[in-house]
Each structure stands twice: as C-alpha cells, then as structure tokens.
C-alpha cells in the first residue's frame, strides 16, 4: 500500500477508537502552531518592530489567529479526542456509534481550522472577540458540532450500560450547550445593534469557556481521576450538584466582561452574582477532585498524566477563586482593561483545560494504539516547561498588568510607564519560548509513539502509570 | 424505564433552565433595551465607514477600547448607551494596550495620525503601537476619517485634572497657603531641595544623582508640558506619587502645609526645556528607516508636511501635548 492510500485508510477508518486518535493527534499539531503564534504576538508586544509591513503578521491579526487556533484547533479538537474515547468506555461500546462518521467531522474540522485562522490573518473576520470566524466558517462549525454531537448521543443510547457515569452528563451537556452558546453568540442567524450586539458577544466570548471548556473539561477529570488513583469518585451527590448549578450560574455571566460600559444594570447584577455564584459548582468539583487524590498524592512522583491533572486542579482553584474576585464591580474596575485578564486567561486555558487534555492524552493514546508512550522523559520535561513557562508567564502578565492598571488609572503619561512593563513582557516573551519548546516535545513523543514502526506495546496498567 | 423518564425529567429541566437563563440575559436585552440615539452618536459616511471596517480589520479594538468610564475623567466625558446606537458590530475593546478612543476625534490633526500610523514611535517614543506602514493610500485616509468622527460632539477635558477627592482637599486647604506668594515659593525651594533635588534635579531637571539607577526617569519639571499642570494637580501628584515608580507618595511623610509649599515652588520653575525625541528613545530612532515621514523632533510635529499624506485638518481643538499620552 503506497503511503498515500495509507494515510486515507486511516483518516477515514472506521476501526474503533480511530476517531479519538485522530482527534488528538491533530489538536496537537495546532498546539503547537497556535502557541508559536501566541509567543509571536508576545514577541510583536515586545518588539513592535521586529516585523514590519507584513499585513498578516501585525498583532492585530496574530491575536485573533492565535486564539481561534488554540481554542477552536487544539483545545476543541483535544476535547473531542478524549470524548470520543470516554463516552464509548463509559457505556461499555467499542468506538463510538459510526467511527467513519467521526473521522469525516475530523477531517472538516481540521479544514475549518486552517481556512479559519488563514482567512483571520488576511484580514476576514467578524471582529469580535472569541468569535472572530466569519459566516461561512461559522457555518462549517456548527455543522461540524452537531455531528460531534450526534455522534456522541447516539454512542451513549446505542450503549449497552444506562446507568450513566458523571462524566457523560458532563460530555453530553457540553456536547449539547456549546453549539447552542455558537448560534447564539456567534451571531451566525441575526444580527444585533450596537451594546446588543457586545452584550451576545460576550454571551459567547465567557460561554465558550464556560459550557465548553468547563464543562467538557471537568467530564474530563472526573473520568481521569478514579482511573489514575484506584478510588472510587469522592461523591456522585456533589458531582451532580455541580452540574445543574454550572448550567444555572455560568450562563448569564458573560457582561462581566463589559462590566463598566453603559449596557442595562440589571444585567451586570446578574452577571456580577452568578460570577460570585460559580463558586459552588467550583467548590463540588474541586472536593471531588482531592478527596478521590485521598492517600494516592505519593503516586503523582511517578505517574505522569496525573502530575498534570494535579496541576490542572491546582490551577482549577486558583482560576476561579480569582475569577469571581475579579468580576466583582470594585476589583474590576481596576484591574479591567490591563494584561491581568490576560494572566487570568491563561490561567484557565493553559495551565487547566490544555493540562487536562495533556494529562488524557498520555492516557489515552497507549490505550486506543496499544503503544506505550515512546518517552518518559520527554513527557517530564514536557511537564516542567509547560508548568514553569505557565507560572512565569502568570506572574510576569500579573505584575505588568497591575502596574499598567496604575498606569492608567493615576493618569500617569503613556511613554513614562510602558518602558517599566517592558520588561515583564521580555520574561512574558521568554515563558512563550519554554511553552513553545515543551509542546514541540509533546508533539514529537506523541507523534513518536503513534507513527512510529518500532514501539513497546502498552503495559496492562489499570491505573495508567505504566503507559508513560 | 423508571430510570430513563428520571434521566428525561432531568435533561428537560437543564434544558429549561438554560434557555430561559439565555433568553433572559442575551436575546430579552434585545427586544427591551433599545435606547434612543444621542446627540454624540455619529452617522457614519461611506468613507468613515470603511475606516471603521479597516480599524476591525486590523484588529486595533484588540489595543484600545471605545468607553469612558466615569473613573477615567482625563480621557473625556462619560459614554451613554444611546452613544452607540450606530456602531454596529461594536468595537468597545477589553484591554488597553493603547489609551481609549472614544474621545480621541479631533485631539490630533489628521497628519499626526498619518504620521503615528506609519511610525508609531517616531511620535511616541516607546510606543508598543504596531506599524501600518502597509496600508494604502486610500485606506489610511479613510481609517483617519474614521478616527476624526469618534467622539466628534463630546468635549476633552482642557487639561488632565486631579480626582474630585483631591480637588476639594485643595480648596480647603490652600485658603490658609497662598500657593501664589513667592515666599511661599521660597519656603517651598528649600523643602524641595531637602527631598526632592536627589532625584529631579537641583534645577528639577529630572537629572538628580539618584536619578542615573532608574530606569523611569523622575519627572522634568522645566518641560513646557507641565506649564499646563493647574496648582490642585500638582498638590495630587506630589501627594500621591506615582505608583509603580520611585516617587514616594508624600502624602505618608509631609504635612499638608509643606506640600502646599512644593507646589507654590513648583509652579515657578520655568518651562523652557525641549527635549528632542532623541534624547528620549535613542535606541528606538534607530529602527525608524523611512526618513520621508518625519523629522524626529515630535514637539515639533507641525513641521510635517500634511500635503504628503493626502491632507490633514490642521485645526485640532488642542494643542499636540493635550492628552495624557504628551
Ligand atoms: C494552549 C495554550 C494557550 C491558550 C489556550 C491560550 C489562550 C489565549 C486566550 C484565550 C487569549 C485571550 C485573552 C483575553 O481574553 O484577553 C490569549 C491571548 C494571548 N496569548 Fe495565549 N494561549 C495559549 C498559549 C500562549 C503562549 C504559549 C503564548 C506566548 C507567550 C501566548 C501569548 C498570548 C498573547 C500575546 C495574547 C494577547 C494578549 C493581549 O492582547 O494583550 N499564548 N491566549
């Protein structure tokens, strides 16, 4: 079989578990595409004239593309990823309901994400944040969720286990919110005037994160964390609890993003209490989350996918103890509009949801190809850069934004404060640098380990910590 | 069975919660929250519009945002909801980068825009601004005229003025002060050379010896830009200080009546210093390859050739130092 015929056969499998795999492996590539164009907008923050009289390489078009290439490309197509291998485990199948069906949404989505982010840097695009994709891309998308949806609810009434698992509630709800927040938010069917128009952005803008990438990656957890550790789930009750109330509280928190602009009062109370609120699902989760680490916390010293989700829970709490601390009116309305949100933003997509994907990715791919991950050590030091680059990264946006909020709110003239954030922005620039290279690591031991011809074949290890 | 009609109750009430909670907050806004166009909303031409599609395009909204919160008095007055009643799909931005834009229409002749847009930093030393040097002629001016529209009919505050807090303080306790009377003044020179002269000078030059290991150099009063500091804002930024800098905020360590003392000193220096851009930026200057542009002294930014750039409205409401970014 020549290489070509090949690769189609897999792209367009229909073995079980192809999908998943094909999902991860693709995320991965725009990982590390996207992140390489988030430390080039860092860079163009630094150096504004490093790159000069290149329409799509000014930050004005590297910023979108970078966003759109993490969250629509990686973190999206990672989530269906570990769907696709979750859902069918849970309800006792092998593969999802149509496995071909699966791969041809892969295949589309992975041309909406390099159109998408080609069209975003040669200037289409809706220009507004989060939702950047214009009409026809939208269109793309939406179609390619409800077939990621279908498919996952056909997998779990096709399987033969009914009583359901938390973690398929969660996949289930994100699998059915998020194309719903798309319609919506993304203004795909009507447009809205002026504030109206804010107002649905940012419905989209926080509802993307909060009934896709929250939802979908706390399903993820709950899977992950009774798998790592041996323990049964801490408690079904609460992991309940905080299903309904996320569906409850993360809705109408979107204004909190335009928290001091002239839309109506009652909508940023409302905004401003549910961000408060959200504490509750958080606080279910994240008991949960350590009291099923209950007596296990020696096995992180050597289980890899679980010193990432550790991670991902630590950064969990830290995320949104400073969310709500942020969204309410007296701490917003110094911090907004400075490089803290964007600290605060990384936070949540980078060192949680994108450490969760890691943290299943390392688990999932020796499962559905039977190899054992080709490197330890690369994933180590995977680990250490993406935790260390993160922290700081974290810390450098922290204090550069605290120091550009003073800036701007004593008046203090432009060009006397921006050389003190300089910088920050040069560490900023240099933990892009250490991400960047530990995702080229990750990308390299994964592809490694799935393409291959020599490799070790998974170890039968319950718990994971054999397959790294 | 039972189990299934459990699962059905439940997903109907999620998904009940749900819609309701959207439709309230995203689509209700819709029907019920129509306000009514301001004097200050603009109409927009067909030429400013496809300015304001440029400033999407290019994503400047990433940078600058378009509202005026009531706790940024310097950058103009406040915005309404009926300002906005035209500017669909928004731009109000939620990060700056760059200072806000709503007010920014009329600051600046269309040349300085030209100019900033091409080579940010030749007008704004240290400016992180990217470059559009690749826009074409049309597009520049018509992104100008756009920016000329925003907040055409809403007023810039003349100078930047203290908080209101510190207005009030002022009036209270500058009755017993005359901040006028140059004995005052002289009382005031010496408190300054006790405290102040390490770091900006003997001549308030901003050149004290302590002054050499920062990096944020401390304020050169003989700059003409401070011939518009009012005495209240003086009294403020003495008190204050200026955070995330080496200015200590002598309001911790000095009496009121002292300070009123520095400011009486303050207001006398002379405003005769004109540093060049290169004195500021020099390594900056040396990126600036496009010497047709500019020359590189921007306080004196009028010697621009506005006929270069395809015109420019020379009769900006304020002079060029007249925002918080001089
Ligand atoms: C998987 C990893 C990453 C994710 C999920 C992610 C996500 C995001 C998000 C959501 C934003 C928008 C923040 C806002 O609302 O203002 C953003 C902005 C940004 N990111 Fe990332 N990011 C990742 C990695 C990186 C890396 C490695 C760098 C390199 C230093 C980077 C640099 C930037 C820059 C420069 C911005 C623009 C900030 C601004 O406008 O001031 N990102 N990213």
């Not at chain 2, 030429?47 to 940024?72: A, K, M, P, W």
């Not at chain 2, 269309?110 to 930093?121: C, D, G």
Request: proline content about 5%; hydrophobic content about 45%; glycine content about 8%.
């Amino acid at each position: 079989m020549s290489v070509l015929t090949r690769a189609f056969s897999e792209v367009f499998s229909d073995q079980p578990y192809s999908a998943s795999r094909n999902f991860l492996i693709s995320g991965i590539f725009w990982l590390v595409l996207g992140t390489t164009l988030g430390l080039l907008a860092a860079s163009l923050m630094t150096w504004p004239d490093m790159i000069r009289g290149i329409p799509q390489l000014s930050f004005g078009r590297v910023r979108p593309a970078h966003i759109n290439m993490v969250t629509i490309g990686w973190l999206s197509m990672g989530y269906i990823g570990c769907f696709y291998y979750i859902l069918p485990v849970l309800v006792g199948r092998k593969g999802v309901w149509n496995e071909r069906l699966a791969n041809i949404t892969m295949v589309i989505w992975n041309l909406l994400v390099f159109f998408g982010v080609w069209s975003l840097l040669n200037g289409y695009t809706e220009a507004r944040e989060y939702a950047e994709l214009e009409a026809p891309f939208d269109i793309v998308a939406l179609a390619g969720l409800i077939l990621v949806g279908i498919n996952g609810y056909m997998t779990v009434l096709s399987g033969p286990e009914k009583k359901w698992y938390v973690s398929v509630w969660y996949i289930l709800g994100a699998m059915f919110w998020f194309p719903v927040v798309y319609i919506i938010g993304q203004r795909v069917f009507f447009a809205m005037e002026g504030l109206n128009d804010a107002i649905a952005n940012w419905f989209y803008g926080h509802n993307i994160l909060g009934m896709w990438f929250t939802v979908g990656g706390i399903g993820i957890l709950y899977y992950l964390m009774p798998r790592f550790t041996g323990n049964p789930l801490y408690s079904h009750t609460l992991s309940m609890l905080g299903f309904w109330t996320i569906a409850m509280f993360y809705a109408p928190t979107g204004t909190h993003h335009i928290l001091q602009s002239p839309v109506p009062e009652w909508l940023k109370a409302i905004a401003v209490i549910s961000s408060v609120f959200l504490l509750v699902p958080v606080l279910t989760v994240l008991t949960n989350f350590f009291m099923t680490m209950k007596g296990k916390w020696s096995l992180a010293a050597d289980h890899i996918p679980l010193r990432f989700a550790l991670a991902a829970g630590v950064a969990y709490l830290l995320t949104c103890i400073q969310g709500p601390f942020q969204a309410t009116r007296f701490i917003n309305w110094y911090l907004h509009f400075s490089n803290w949100v964007v600290g605060h933003a990384h936070m949540a997509l980078l060192a949680t949801f994108s450490f969760i994907v890691f943290s299943a990715t390392y688990y999932i791919i020796p499962k559905v190809t039977g190899r054992k991950i080709y490197s330890k050590r690369l994933a180590v030091w995977h680990f250490w850069l993406s935790l260390y680059g993160w922290i700081i990264m974290m810390l450098a946006l922290t204090i550069a934004g605290l120091i550009q909020a003073a800036g701007w709110h004593f008046a203090i003239p432009y060009d006397q404060w921006v050389i003190e954030m300089h910088p920050y922005m040069i560490v900023r620039t240099l933990s892009g640098v250490m991400i960047v290279l530990g995702q080229i690591l990750f990308m390299f031991n994964i592809y490694h380990t799935v393409f291959s011809k020599e490799f070790e074949p998974a170890p039968h290890s319950p718990t994971g910590i054999a397959f790294v | 069975m039972d189990q299934r009609l459990n699962y059905l109750i439940a997903g109907m009430f999620v998904l009940l919660t749900f819609i309701t909670i959207i439709f309230v907050t995203t689509l209700l806004p819709a029907w019920t929250f129509k306000p009514e166009a301001s004097a200050e909303a603009v109409v927009y031409t067909a030429l400013e519009t496809e300015g304001r599609n440029i400033y999407r395009r290019e994503g400047c909204f990433y940078c600058h945002s378009q509202f005026v919160r009531y706790q940024d008095p310097e950058m103009g007055e406040m915005v309404k909801a009926g300002d906005y009643v035209h500017e669909t799909p928004h731009v109000l931005g939620t990060e700056r980068t760059g200072p806000d834009l709503s007010n920014v229409g009329g600051k600046y002749p269309s040349a300085w825009h030209w100019a900033h847009h091409i080579k940010p930093r030749a007008v704004k030393p240290g400016s992180i601004m990217p470059s559009y040097s690749y826009l074409t002629e049309h597009e520049m001016t018509a992104l100008v005229a756009y920016l000329q529209t925003l907040g055409k009919n809403r007023k810039l505050p003349q100078w930047i003025v203290p908080p209101q807090e510190y207005r009030d303080r002022f009036a209270v306790i500058s009755e017993k002060v005359n901040v006028k009377a140059s004995a005052i003044a002289n009382a005031g020179r010496g408190i300054y050379m006790q405290n102040c002269a390490q770091c900006h000078g003997v001549a308030g030059r901003g050149n004290g010896p302590v002054s050499m290991s920062m990096m944020k150099k401390p304020a050169n009063f003989t700059r003409p830009y401070y011939a518009k500091y009012r005495d209240d804002m003086w009294f403020w930024r003495v008190a204050e200080g200026v955070p995330g800098s080496r200015m200590p905020r002598w309001d911790r360590s000095l009496s009121d009546e002292d300070m009123l003392y520095l400011v009486a000193y303050l207001r006398t220096l002379p405003r005769t210093d004109n540093p060049k851009v290169n004195d500021i930026e020099v390594s900056e200057m040396s990126q600036l390859d496009d010497p047709n542009v500019l020359d590189h002294n921007f306080w004196q930014i009028e010697s621009l050739n506005p006929t270069n750039h395809g015109g420019g409205d020379m009769e900006s409401r304020y002079a060029y130092g007249g925002g918080r970014g001089d």
